[in-house]
């Protein structure tokens, strides 16, 4: 049965792959499932068909038969354990990937997440300034404990598993800070990733929505 996901009809990201759509259709490329995509306008999140489907009226959702998710990492997590190419079949290795998983979302994400909300929403406010400073600084502590850790290997553990997926989503983020490009492997991990062909795909997919948006 083919998987539906739910997107931005009108990404914010303006079609750059940062939206978190993005995790689940680079997630089904790589492992060569099939899938159908809802687009949703802002007012369609908050009306009560989506929020039955995520409580909270973000994108996004996944599909399938009579499951429903919500929450990039869990889908991923799904997609990766019903099909072979996102997680080593050898346990320790398994479980390994998983924790790169948690990683990327627990330890990275929220200081780099929060870094781009003060970028837009704070910039006029006179903490601002030292706000900012000090999500650098975390976020900086942190990205140099993963440069550390990968060092000159092409991915965390081995071969490339969902831990660099999504890993890699949350480090596109700072893509254009200075602070990848401060750490060569790291800038190096992040251009390996867009490369793959199934990331290719999934990114002009999410692209073609914002260009046929941007044409209307």
Known sequence: MTATITAFERSPDRGNGLARDMRLRWALEEVGQPYEVRLLSF?????????ALQPFG??????????????SGAIVLHI?????????????ARVRAI??????????EPP???RSLVRILERD???????????????RKRLDGLVNHLGEADWLDGAFSAGDLLMVTVLRRL??????????????????????PA??????????????????
Not at 58 to 71: C, K, M, R, V, W
Not at 103 to 108: D, E, G, V
Not at 201 to 214: G, K, L, S, Y
């Open 175 to 196: 893509q254009g800070s200075g602070m990848l490009e401060a750490r060569p492997n790291l800038a190096a991990y992040i251009a390996r990733a867009e490369a793959r």
């Open 199 to 216: 990331y290719r795909r999934a990114f002009e997919a999410q692209r073609a929505v914002f260009d046929a948006a941007a044409a209307e």
């Open 125 to 139: 406010k006179p903490w601002y300034e030292e706000r900012l400073s000090a999500l650098d600084e975390i976020i």
């Open 99 to 108: 924790m790169w998983m948690f990683a990327a979302l627990n330890t990275l």
């Open 80 to 92: 990766a354990e019903r099909h072979p190419g996102l997680l080593p079949s050898d346990p320790n």
């Open 43 to 51: 007012k369609a999140m908050k009306e009560p068909a989506h929020l």
């Open 112 to 114: 780099i997440f929060d």
């Open 58 to 71: 973000q994108i996004p959702t996944y599909e399938e038969g009579d499951l429903a998710l919500f929450e």
